[in-house]
Antibody, heavy 123, light 107 residues
């Protein structure tokens, strides 16, 4: 069965960096685009970034553009999110999610989600 | 960015009620719309994609309709397991966006 397991969350000071990982299993990872979606405490869902199945295309929400970098290692079935210049408003549960459409270069919708990892930006 | 606006923000209903949630897009998104259900402390679950296609394993009491800028999610007969938050999401461009959510509460 499909499993997505995020790790790397924690408490970090404003302005610092953090890298999240998402280990995938149960499907052909290299065939699907992957996303990061976040949810601030008590708030709604916010899409953060997507990377195409082959890593050739990456898109970001305006709120993180220039500060966050999405990447993937298809040999390790792992998705990453490098977050820098963190702000208090980046505090959220970060979910990795699998795009449902195979071999797509543009984002679609998400059929599997991880359990999330909490990032708290606070001094 | 395409803005997605859901209404209502909160809905109180009883078991067996027919429930409708509306999602409006700030510009036409054709039928590039999905709906998710989220329960407290859990990840969202895909219910509907392409505005009206039911995801495998999702009960048939859930249905979606609409195109262009106005969409609806309908639960034909609300069940105890359906009390949750619901989100729409557009994927018509390179920056998917979600609605702010609708919480379905027990009346």
């Amino acid at each position: 069965q499909v499993q997505l397991v995020e790790s790397g969350g924690g408490v970090v000071q404003p302005g610092r960096s953090l890298r999240l990982s998402c280990a995938a299993s149960g499907f052909t990872f290299s065939t699907y685009g992957m996303h990061w979606v976040r949810q601030a405490p008590g708030k709604g869902l916010e899409w953060v970034a997507v990377i195409s199945y082959d890593g050739s295309n990456k898109y970001y929400a305006d709120s993180v553009k220039g500060r966050f970098t999405i990447s993937r290692d298809n040999s390790k079935n792992t998705l990453y999110l490098q977050m820098s210049s963190l702000r208090a408003e980046d505090t959220a549960v970060y979910y990795c999610a699998k795009d449902k459409i195979a071999a797509a270069q543009t984002p679609h919708y998400f059929d599997y989600w991880g359990q999330g990892t909490l990032v708290t930006v606070s001094s | 960015d395409i803005q997605m606006t859901q209404s209502p923000s909160t809905l109180s209903a009883s078991v067996g009620d027919r429930v409708t949630i509306t999602c409006r897009a700030s510009q036409s998104i054709s039928n590039w719309l999905a709906w998710y259900q989220q329960k407290p402390g859990k990840a969202p679950k895909l219910l509907i994609y392409d505005a009206s296609s039911l995801e495998s394993g999702v009960p048939s009491r859930f249905s979606g309709s609409g195109s262009g800028t106005e969409f609806t999610l309908t639960i034909s007969s609300l069940q105890p397991d359906d009390f949750a938050a619901y989100y729409c999401q557009q994927y018509s461009n390179y920056a998917p966006t979600f609605g702010q959510g609708t919480k379905v509460e027990i009346k």
